[in-house]
């Protein structure tokens, strides 16, 4: 299996999508995984602050030279920053997923959604169930 | 680039001098609409125009050239009958402003082919207007759309497969619908479950293609229909994958509200850079109020004989093309339909899918088929098999233009890591499919022994391997003249 960085101190989804979590505020970006997977990104289209998102919806489009997808909101809540940066760069999020490639910080609506975050190791063995597939 | 042979003063053309008084353009315009300078079109003479563009046709690759297994276009042989007939001057040099009594032969090869389309599908009316399978999308869910509005139903949501065609999503995206993505099972098609848990009260419709993007023929696709009519949803079925049913089922038979079709790939009109193509859409009649305006109709009893155009559709959906919509595309459709007949269309079914099993059957050794099941008009490949020599799909894309060919669909459908989707299509003989092969066996041999001789292809065409992150990051829209230092 390829090498992918999942560092340990983040929150992570099903979705391929890691959050870190600073009180109330969860800083979310796509995974080494997923940009692997995706390839060369393009284009990032991402939601205004003062946005609401809700956990398991769609709040942007990621594009890379092979195929268009959703992002997923992984908690539910308030955009209160996003990374203008990803419009004129988006090779941040190949470069640097966990750094400059983050995408959107939100202020969580309810503090419990963050413990359905799954944690590193289940999201490396999520990672580990569909590469062996 | 012809710009680059632009020579100041050079032209092809040559027309005698007016035979009436130069008028100057300051005194008949505004300042703002006069220029003060020429836009910058290139000056060549006819005979450069005529071996630039010659050689560029000799750069192309195309189904007059070769196989084009470009899965889920159906990039089949264009029949120059098609294009013989398309171009008989009372079709060719027809106006679109005709009045429908100077245009009788068009409305009734519209009105006929409307109906042979109606009998191939399944369904009672169809509409040619739509001007591609994407925009014949939108109609069709529009339609949806103003079926439920009609009834005082105001649903939200529209159910889509996950191996959609990203015009799916698109198209209920556009009618304000929120689409919802139903998972395929691990045998790669859609399950009655799956849907039966999704269809809620707030469903409009499901969109379905069928064979699905995997060459799958939706096995279950009745009992899908029936869970979504229950519950007051109706079923859009895409109908870019229509070449495999053809003669053999009809869709409107197994549940299907409204279809589209696409006349560039079933029906053998020119597709891709000889465009354009063309949508139509099949209903059933509970849809057919709501059909796109004109509709053509035969004249009857005391309206005398003949065909008209009818407006009179109060509840329709509006026009969605100028006129009648590409019509020179309906008459190559026609002759298409014409010479195959009933027989020969199912013929033509039954040969794409066996072109596409005995090529799985014969790559199937040597490249990963993710689900292998019999298969109907096109089949999926992925590049796992080479996973340890670093080769990607990409580049096995690459290096097929080396051997000839135009590469497949790569990287669909979604649900497949790193796809090639090959359509063979019925036009296709026997040793071509054996050569394509061939191709593909050299080219897994190469990923093993020299990896990068693949991943660095293409090598034998004018230009090598395009940085296409690039050219999507920083797109260079326009050619531009470089200008002499200080000018």
Same mark, same amino acid.
């Given at each position: 299996?390829?090498?992918?960085?999942?560092?340990?101190?983040?929150?992570?989804?099903?979705?391929?999508?890691?959050?870190?979590?600073?009180?109330?505020?969860?800083?979310?970006?796509?995974?080494?995984?997923?940009?692997?997977?995706?390839?060369?990104?393009?284009?990032?289209?991402?939601?205004?602050?003062?946005?609401?998102?809700?956990?398991?919806?769609?709040?942007?489009?990621?594009?890379?030279?092979?195929?268009?997808?959703?992002?997923?909101?992984?908690?539910?809540?308030?955009?209160?920053?996003?990374?203008?940066?990803?419009?004129?760069?988006?090779?941040?999020?190949?470069?640097?997923?966990?750094?400059?490639?983050?995408?959107?910080?939100?202020?969580?609506?309810?503090?419990?959604?963050?413990?359905?975050?799954?944690?590193?190791?289940?999201?490396?063995?999520?990672?580990?169930?569909?590469?062996?597939? | 680039?012809?710009?680059?042979?632009?020579?100041?003063?050079?032209?092809?053309?040559?027309?005698?001098?007016?035979?009436?008084?130069?008028?100057?353009?300051?005194?008949?315009?505004?300042?703002?609409?006069?220029?003060?300078?020429?836009?910058?079109?290139?000056?060549?003479?006819?005979?450069?125009?005529?071996?630039?563009?010659?050689?560029?046709?000799?750069?192309?690759?195309?189904?007059?050239?070769?196989?084009?297994?470009?899965?889920?276009?159906?990039?089949?042989?264009?029949?120059?009958?098609? &294009?013989?007939?398309?171009?008989?001057?009372?079709?060719?040099?027809?106006?679109? #402003? $005709? +009045?429908? %009594?100077? @245009? /009788? =032969?068009?409305?009734?090869?519209?009105?006929?082919? &409307?109906?042979?389309?109606?009998?191939?599908?399944?369904?009672?009316?169809?509409? #040619? $207007? +739509?001007? %591609?399978? @994407? /925009? =014949?999308?939108?109609?069709?869910?529009?339609?949806?759309?103003?079926?439920?509005?009609?009834?005082?139903?105001?649903?939200?949501?529209? #159910?889509? +497969?996950?191996?959609?065609?990203?015009?799916?999503?698109?198209?209920?995206?556009?009618?304000?619908?929120?689409?919802?993505?139903?998972?395929?099972?691990?045998?790669?098609? #859609?399950? +009655?479950?799956?849907?039966?848990?999704?269809?809620?009260?707030?469903?409009?419709?499901?969109?379905?293609?069928?064979?699905?993007?995997?060459?799958?023929?939706?096995?279950?696709?009745?009992?899908?229909?029936?869970?979504?009519?229950?519950?007051?949803?109706?079923?859009?079925?895409?109908?870019?994958?229509?070449?495999?049913?053809?003669?053999?089922?009809?869709?409107?038979?197994?549940?299907?509200?409204?279809?589209?079709?696409?006349?560039?790939?079933?029906?053998?009109?020119?597709?891709?850079?000889?465009?354009?193509?063309?949508?139509?859409?099949?209903?059933?009649?509970?849809?057919?109020?709501?059909?796109?305006?004109?509709?053509?109709?035969?004249?009857?009893?005391?309206?005398?004989?003949?065909?008209?155009?009818?407006?009179?559709?109060?509840?329709?959906?509006?026009?969605?093309?100028?006129?009648?919509?590409?019509?020179?595309?309906?008459?190559?459709?026609?002759?298409?339909?014409?010479?195959?007949?009933?027989?020969?269309?199912?013929?033509?079914?039954?040969?794409?899918?066996?072109?596409?099993?005995?090529?799985?059957?014969?790559?199937?050794?040597?490249?990963?088929?993710?689900?292998?099941?019999?298969?109907?008009?096109?089949?999926?490949?992925?590049?796992?098999?080479?996973?340890?020599?670093?080769?990607?799909?990409?580049?096995?894309?690459?290096?097929?233009?080396?051997?000839?060919?135009?590469?497949?669909?790569?990287?669909?459908?979604?649900?497949?890591?790193?796809?090639?989707?090959?359509?063979?299509?019925?036009?296709?003989?026997?040793?071509?499919?054996?050569?394509?092969?061939?191709?593909?066996?050299?080219?897994?041999?190469?990923?093993?022994?020299?990896?990068?001789?693949?991943?660095?292809?293409?090598?034998?065409?004018?230009?090598?391997?395009?940085?296409?992150?690039?050219?999507?990051?920083?797109?260079?829209?326009?050619?531009?003249?470089?200008?002499?230092?200080?000018?």
């Amino acid at each position: 299996m390829a090498d992918y960085e999942i560092p340990a101190d983040l929150r992570y989804t099903r979705e391929d999508e890691w959050a870190r979590v600073e009180g109330e505020r969860v800083t979310i970006g796509v995974t080494d995984y997923a940009q692997q997977q995706l390839g060369d990104i393009v284009n990032v289209e991402l939601p205004a602050v003062g946005t609401a998102v809700e956990r398991g919806e769609p709040f942007g489009v990621i594009e890379s030279v092979k195929a268009v997808s959703d992002l997923y909101a992984p908690v539910t809540g308030e955009v209160v920053e996003a990374n203008a940066d990803l419009a004129n760069h988006p090779e941040h999020v190949n470069e640097d997923c966990y750094g400059d490639g983050w995408m959107l910080s939100i202020r969580v609506a309810d503090a419990a959604e963050i413990e359905t975050l799954i944690s590193a190791a289940e999201y490396r063995r999520h990672v580990e169930d569909r590469s062996t597939e | 680039m012809l710009f680059e042979r632009s020579r100041p003063g050079r032209t092809g053309y040559s027309l005698p001098d007016p035979d009436v008084p130069d008028a100057d353009p300051a005194a008949a315009f505004d300042a703002e609409q006069l220029r003060d300078d020429l836009p910058g079109l290139p000056e060549l003479s006819e005979v450069e125009v005529v071996r630039h563009f010659t050689r560029l046709s000799t750069w192309n690759a195309a189904v007059d050239l070769g196989l084009y297994p470009l899965g889920s276009c159906t990039m089949k042989y264009n029949p120059k009958i098609n &294009e013989a007939l398309a171009r008989l001057p009372g079709f060719a040099a027809a106006h679109p #402003l $005709q +009045p429908p %009594a100077l @245009a /009788q =032969g068009f409305l009734e090869l519209c009105w006929r082919l &409307e109906r042979a389309l109606a009998e191939v599908s399944g369904m009672d009316r169809v509409t #040619l $207007q +739509p001007a %591609a399978g @994407a /925009q =014949g999308e939108l109609a069709g869910i529009m339609m949806i759309r103003a079926y439920h509005e009609q009834r005082g139903e105001r649903r939200s949501l529209v #159910l889509v +497969p996950d191996s959609a065609h990203g015009t799916n999503p698109a198209s209920a995206a556009l009618n304000d619908y929120r689409v919802v993505s139903i998972p395929s099972g691990r045998d790669g098609i #859609l399950h +009655p479950d799956a849907v039966a848990a999704a269809m809620t009260p707030e469903v409009a419709a499901l969109m379905i293609t069928n064979p699905n993007t995997l060459g799958l023929f939706e096995t279950h696709i009745a009992e899908i229909c029936e869970i979504v009519h229950a519950r007051g949803g109706l079923v859009y079925g895409d109908g870019a994958n229509l070449n495999a049913l053809l003669g053999i089922a009809r869709p409107g038979d197994l549940g299907i509200d409204v279809m589209h079709f696409n006349l560039h790939k079933t029906f053998s009109t020119p597709h891709g850079g000889g465009g354009p193509g063309a949508g139509p859409v099949g209903v059933k009649n509970l849809l057919a109020p709501y059909l796109p305006v004109p509709v053509v109709r035969r004249l009857e009893g005391s309206e005398g004989t003949g065909f008209t155009l009818d407006y009179q559709f109060p509840r329709s959906i509006g026009r969605l093309h100028a006129h009648f919509g590409n019509a020179a595309m309906f008459v190559r459709a026609w002759a298409y339909l014409r010479s195959l007949g009933p027989d020969g269309l199912r013929r033509c079914a039954e040969m794409a899918v066996l072109n596409a099993n005995y090529l799985l059957a014969r790559l199937r050794g040597e490249w990963h088929v993710p689900i292998d099941r019999p298969v109907m008009h096109e089949c999926v490949l992925s590049d796992q098999a080479l996973k340890a020599t670093g080769v990607t799909t990409l580049d096995v894309a690459k290096r097929l233009i080396d051997y000839g060919y135009h590469p497949p669909t790569v990287y669909f459908p979604l649900i497949v890591a790193g796809a090639l989707m090959i359509e063979p299509t019925e036009s296709e003989p026997r040793e071509g499919l054996d050569q394509f092969v061939a191709a593909l066996s050299a080219i897994a041999a190469e990923a093993r022994s020299d990896p990068d001789r693949v991943r660095t292809a293409p090598h034998r065409t004018r230009h090598g391997r395009l940085d296409e992150t690039r050219a999507a990051r920083r797109p260079v829209l326009r050619w531009q003249p470089e200008r002499p230092a200080g000018s």
